[in-house]
């Protein structure tokens, strides 16, 4: 007999050699009809693998991340069976799950795939899936797994297999079709019901731009038909908010060829949003007793071989600028962090006068290859509302609560309401990702879950999704549709001021190394503003937006008026311009609606006479005419329920 302990701590007996499944219908029926996957002992199992010794066993559901995870790797099998029937001489490379779905990279030597092919391609994985094939896991030799590709001519597979080690290597079979796949599937194909193909695009194999590149085939399935077509409502939805063409429309940035991929251009609308943004979070700061700094947006390649920075992404950044000096090396800023410490060195530090928190909006470049160069979510270069705190260790607990205070109030004045918070700590098993002392990472690490307890936060831990050099709090935000990003980030780091060999003088007249907290709200003001944009559907706050009013002269003998209302409104801080093109006013009322004007002032003859504006909102309700008064409490009143004073 065994002894398998489930998620609720109860422990009970079996056979050896019993699977999962039987397991789920020791409990009830209702849950074996449900489980999809399991793991045992922290390893992904099939449903139906004997279990052999004691363990802890979690069975999933497709309601759960992992039970989401293998179905759709499983479906990435049903597809490429498919693919493979539909497209003779088509070499499978590999087809992981993915956050929504999954994708599937090819080569295919005799043609190609686009839009017109994926309904033959959904018809045919159907058609397997509608078979209820069981998906069945076998062991096999190098050499057998070697043979195999070999004879299909199928050089990426034997790569792979070349890399694997005797004794490790495992193919999937479900009905025709055999796939090298670690595992991890679910019982059989019929559980899957609906099937799209959403799109394909080249990808190099393995990532690498010198390798050939390959057809890559991403898609989606439900247990529901209606699953998929609630789905599919959503990304049209998304497609609509898709901040790449909300920002075209709305005149916020564009791209340059000529610039360069990835190097946004912020146009005046844009900048003047970003000005806002920057001065909202600088207003905070300060009451949060922040100083503004500001640095190069170069530094000299031994700045990041001391910080670490060098030796984690110096491969994949920018290469150095060489000066016309021999042996001089410079690089594009990548982080500001080492720069911040470099600040704090300038003068000896007082225990009584920490904490230092230096704050920057810092420009920073990274190289990104092209193909994962996304709008303003993936960039070359980036602002980071960045700050660094120097602090002493007895003040770590306050400042980090502090931080989530600030955090917690941007995201609140911006209507980032759904959010949870994520602990990222060490992966245990992979210590050599990380720098610094086991000590210290424990310190920071217990100094985190502290803070998110006291705070109350909902939170959860993940190991593994650290910072090279410190543990942190991220806050998982959900948006409008229900998509998860993170944004705004705190991290504790002992390391950074070992490293550049920072002190201060401590009450006992001996020196210490103060704790450093990294700390940005925002993160990237371009992704953060990208999000902001799909989230809101470029209906930004109302104390955002780059224009609050549109004022439409019914005619040209109306515009005198209205300049004297424009007036009025800018003396009171309202943001506001005339449309005085030789347009009827309802196609000036249609394309202030496309630009999402929150509020359009009609002032005609009345208007001009009782000294008032015909005021509609967005979205066609309308106010009425009233004074430009009783317009101008109504503005303030609305952004000050949303722009609360920190």
Known sequence: MIKITLPDGSVKEFEKGTSPIVVAKSISEGLARNVISAKFNETTVETTTPLETDGSLVLYTWNDKEGKTAFWHSTSHIVAQAIEELYPGVKLTIGPAIENGFYYDVDLPNGSISEKDFP?????????????????????????????????????????????????????????????????????????????????????????????????????????????????????????????????????????????????????????????????????????????????????????VTSGHYEKYGEDSFQPIHTPKEGEEFLLKPMNCPHHCEIYNTKPYSYKELPKRFAEFGTVYRYEQSGELHGLTRVRGFTQ????????????????????????????????????????????????????????????????????????????????????????????????????????TIQVDYNLPERFDLNYKGSDNELHRPVMIHRAPFGSMERFIALLLEHTGGNFPLWLTPEQAIILPVSEKHEKYAEKVLKSLENNEIRALIDSRNETVGKKIREAEMTKVPFMLIVGENDEADNTISVRKHGGEDLGAISIATFTDLVNKEINSTLKTF
């Open 385 to 488: 509302d960045d700050a660094h705190i120097f602090c002493t260790p007895d003040q770590l607990d306050e400042e980090f609560k502090n931080v989530i205070d600030l955090s917690l109030y941007v995201l609140g004045s911006l209507g980032f309401d759904n959010f949870t918070a994520q602990v990222s700590v060490r992966d245990l098993e992979t210590p050599e990702k990380y720098i610094g002392s086991v000590e210290n990472w424990e310190k920071a690490e217990q100094a985190i879950i502290n803070a998110a307890k006291e705070k109350g936060l909902d939170f959860v831990v993940e190991a593994g999704e650290a910072a090279f050099y410190g543990p942190k709090l991220d806050f998982m935000v959900k948006d409008a549709l229900g998509r998860q990003w993170q944004l705004g």
């Open 120 to 304: 033959t391609i959904e018809k045919k994985a159907i058609e397997i899936a509608r078979g209820k094939h069981d998906y069945k896991m076998r062991a096999v030799s190098k050499a057998e797994a070697l043979e195999f590709y070999k004879n299909q001519g199928n050089e990426y597979k034997v790569e792979l297999i070349e890399n694997l080690e005797d004794g490790t290597i495992t193919f999937c079979d479900h009905d025709t079709f055999t796939d090298l796949c670690r595992g991890g599937h679910i019982p059989n194909t019929g559980i899957v019901k609906a099937i799209k193909v959403l799109s394909v695009a080249g990808a190099y194999w393995r990532g690498n731009e010198n390798n050939p590149q390959l057809t890559r085939i991403y898609g989606i399935s439900f247990p529901k038909q209606k699953e998929l077509t609630e789905y599919l409502a959503l990304l049209e939805e998304a497609k609509k908010r898709d901040h790449r063409k909300l920002g075209k429309e709305l005149e916020l940035f564009t791209f340059s060829q000529r610039v360069g991929q990835g190097l946004p251009l912020w146009l005046p609308k844009g900048a003047a949003l970003r000005e806002r943004l920057e001065d909202f979070l600088k207003k905070a700061q300060k009451k949060a007793g922040y100083e503004m700094v500001v640095t190069p947006h170069i530094g000299q390649k031994e700045l990041y």
